[in-house]
């Protein structure tokens, strides 16, 4: 297209979209001539253009700092909730850029393998949860799922008890074994008093539904509920936590010794409870997201 040509909207527009016509066609144009043509004096475009590169390189920084503290997970959608909650309004295109000049690659980029699960139990528990995964009070119903990570050269074995209240990681554990000894561990490191626990939720592995684990609901009378065979949707979120401590967590990472895994996901855990912004929650961190609603509730 001529350069005399150039449509009416950009003559009239702002002069911030006339400094970005300009930069993006100086390749081709003189700045002179595209200056005379959008009716924008040369000492304003030069220092638009000068103010535009620092605001840039603030951003720029910020966006690292940002991407960085989220342990390279966070992606554009992320960062510019976060950007906000610091008083910068950034599009999530102008971030994919900076995140793409600055080699800034989330750990989501790559999908991740599931593996195919281990025979279920044939139990005649129905599934009472139904999908039904947005709960009003904390505690109401608490899901589980285990997942693999190597430790050395041997497969161990990490279980998580997921609050659907607020999608806390209430309780954890790891170790060698894949069984109720470990949900277990797990299901004793949850703080709060267990008879809060009205509902709990897993898939049909064996680990789950057994005596051990039977015989500790019923002292807490705590109510059963399994997915229907072969139907991970049924168990959705604790799918989806899974995900994403393969992709956050077990993603790349080499543990000398089981102290050091039980260690890193303890830290780890933290950082998911109190630090991580999750969409499903408005962008807060689940003890955030906890605190703003007994807000609402006093």
Not at 173 to 196: C, F, H, W
Not at 205 to 234: H, V, W
Request: hydrophobic letters at 35%; proline letters at 2%.
């Amino acid at each position: 297209m001529p350069f005399d040509t150039f449509p009416t909207c950009q003559k009239q527009a702002d002069t911030r979209t006339k400094v970005n016509v300009i930069k993006n066609n100086r390749h081709k144009y003189s700045i002179s001539a595209m200056c005379d043509v959008l009716q924008l004096p040369r000492s304003t475009y030069y220092y638009e253009a000068k103010e535009q590169s620092k605001s840039d390189d603030e951003l720029t920084v910020t966006i690292i700092d940002i991407f960085h503290k989220s342990r390279q997970n966070y992606g554009t959608r992320k960062i510019k909730h976060e950007l906000e909650k610091l008083g910068k309004i950034a599009s999530r295109r102008r971030i994919g850029r900076i995140m793409k000049e600055n080699g800034l690659v989330s750990n989501y980029t790559v999908a991740q393998f599931k593996p195919h699960v281990d025979k279920c139990n044939e139990s005649k528990v129905e599934n009472v949860l139904n999908r039904e995964f947005d709960q009003q009070k904390e505690l109401t119903v608490v899901v589980s799922d285990l997942t693999y990570v190597r430790v050395q050269k041997n497969w161990h074995y990490i279980c998580l008890f997921v609050d659907l209240y607020n999608r806390e990681i209430v309780g954890h554990s790891a170790g060698p074994n894949k069984d109720a000894g470990l949900v277990y561990q797990a299901l004793s490191t949850i703080k709060a008093d267990l008879r809060q626990i009205q509902l709990f939720h897993t898939d049909r592995g064996n680990e789950f539904k057994n005596k051990t684990i039977d015989e500790a609901l019923d002292t807490f009378e705590i109510k059963r509920s399994l997915s229907m065979k072969g139907c991970p949707y049924d168990n959705a979120v604790a799918e989806a936590t899974f995900k994403i401590i393969k992709t956050e967590f077990v993603k790349g990472k080499y543990f000398e010794s089981l102290e050091q895994l039980k260690l890193e996901l303890e830290d780890y855990v933290h950082w998911f409870n109190h630090i991580r912004i999750h969409g499903s929650l408005g962008y807060l961190s689940p003890i955030e997201y906890k605190i703003e609603h007994l807000k609402k509730i006093v």
